[in-house]
């Protein structure tokens, strides 16, 4: 399908997907929509940011038998945030119908839920602890849906929740649908796969580029100076709508926050050591844009989703170089454009070579006079070293130690081999203009 009209959607939602702006599915979308209207049980793995949300909300709500007071669909996601906005985004869809939807998070109150929970929603979304409480309280009866979500399939499992899902998916229709997203599919994660997935369709758009378009990237050196005075330097000299600060732990995020706070940079912090009160209360000012700045740990890549980043700062290079991949995926998003900046030192570089593989095209930056301006390629100089040590091997290869040796015979082929190199370089020069 090449635009949304092509599906024979329900009025109601061809009237959602209108006022959304939605006009041409992504690639995502177009491989998963349609098995997911077929019941066709499948494994999406893509990248961040690749419009995968839609891609199985249009389907279901499409789905969704109105009449029957009964859950039909369960969508999981690890985080409450990420939970969050897949709900936000079912609401949009289903505003103007009779369609009911519940969000269960963690962090809410467990008692009155269930109170609630009097008349059973059509569609649930939530995180996979709260979901199974409300199964195990007898709550909620997920026995009668035929379609399973799980989002961010591989995040699900490194925070330890598939034992959850497990739990309630259990309960479910043998010839249950199963659809998985993720960005990667560990080995550990197969058997759970292999137990409720029979020959599922496995769509892999890793193929296509790993970010969105629309993204500078920009490799700054820290140089003679320390990571915390050349990211003031950075902070200073760009102007974001939103800027977040990716940092590997969670009291490097503290200390950058503080350093930032310190120098008259107002700045957030989202880790996951914040209490859920907390948590909650700083995803609202960011929402309401008291912050500019954002200093984040890489749980906020996969569990968060804030509108209009438009700068990404690795204060540092990911351990786990895949979450590259899903920070700079928190700019650039819905067409528009972003830059991601990362901060670097010599002993980054085989790192950075491992990212540059995954196709991030990196131009080098300094800082002066409050702009952006060129540096050379950071290969430059290993290239020319290249260049000259294959020189070097032409000129051994072509000046022979004599058979019989006189006295002075190494003076004169040294002679012979800086003779030989100047006409090599003289010829490089020229090949070269």
Avoid: C
Wanted: proline share 5%; charged share 30%; net charge positive.
């Amino acid at each position: 399908m090449s635009k949304y009209t092509d599906y024979q959607f329900k009025p109601f939602l061809r009237d959602a997907i209108q006022a959304l702006g939605f006009e041409t599915p992504t690639p995502i979308q177009k491989e998963m929509i349609p098995l997911l209207l077929k019941g066709k049980s499948a494994i999406g793995q893509a990248h961040t940011g690749t419009g995968k949300t839609h891609s199985f909300l249009l389907p279901i709500v499409q789905r969704i038998n109105e009449e029957q007071q009964e859950v039909q669909a369960v969508i999981t996601s690890p985080t409450r945030e990420l939970a969050q906005q897949i709900f936000d985004a079912l609401q949009q869809l289903i505003e103007h119908t009779d369609i009911r939807a519940k969000l269960f998070i963690g962090g809410t109150d467990k008692k009155r839920t269930i109170e609630k929970l009097t008349t059973q929603p059509q569609i649930v979304v939530g995180t996979p602890g709260r979901i199974n409480d409300l199964v195990k309280e007898q709550a909620l009866f997920v026995h009668t849906a035929n379609i399973l979500v799980v989002d961010e399939a591989d995040l699900a499992f490194d925070m330890g929740f598939i034992e959850d899902i497990d739990g309630f998916a259990a309960q479910m229709p043998e010839r249950l649908e199963m659809y998985v997203f993720s960005a990667t599919i560990p080995e550990r994660l197969k058997p759970f796969l292999k137990k409720y997935m029979d020959a599922p369709v496995h769509i892999n758009m890793k193929d296509s580029k790993p970010v969105a378009e629309g993204i500078d990237f920009y490799l700054v050196p820290t140089r003679s100076k320390s990571r915390g005075d050349r990211l003031l330097e950075i902070v200073q000299t760009i102007n974001p709508y939103i800027a977040v600060i990716f940092t590997n732990t969670r009291k490097t995020a503290e200390q950058v926050a503080y350093y930032l706070n310190s120098n008259g940079v107002r700045a957030g912090q989202i880790h996951g050591d914040l209490s859920p009160r907390d948590r909650k209360k700083m995803m609202k000012q960011v929402r309401d844009l008291e912050y500019q700045y954002i200093v984040a740990t890489d749980l906020a890549a996969r569990g968060i989703d804030i509108q209009g980043i438009s700068h990404v700062i690795n204060y540092e290079i990911p351990e786990d170089l895949e979450f590259f991949i899903h920070r700079v995926g928190r700019t650039a998003r819905a067409g528009n454009k972003g830059t991601a900046i990362t901060l670097y030192e010599p002993s980054d570089e085989d790192a950075l070579a491992r990212v540059e593989a995954m196709g991030i095209p990196f131009e080098r930056k300094d800082i002066a006079k409050g702009e952006f301006v060129d540096m050379k390629d950071r290969h430059a100089r290993k290239n020319r070293q290249k260049q000259v040590n294959e020189i070097d091997e032409i000129a051994k290869s072509k000046v022979r130690k004599p058979k019989k040796v006189k006295p002075g015979y190494k003076r004169k082929m040294g002679w012979k081999m800086d003779e030989i190199k100047r006409k090599e370089r003289r010829k490089r020069g020229r090949m070269n203009k």
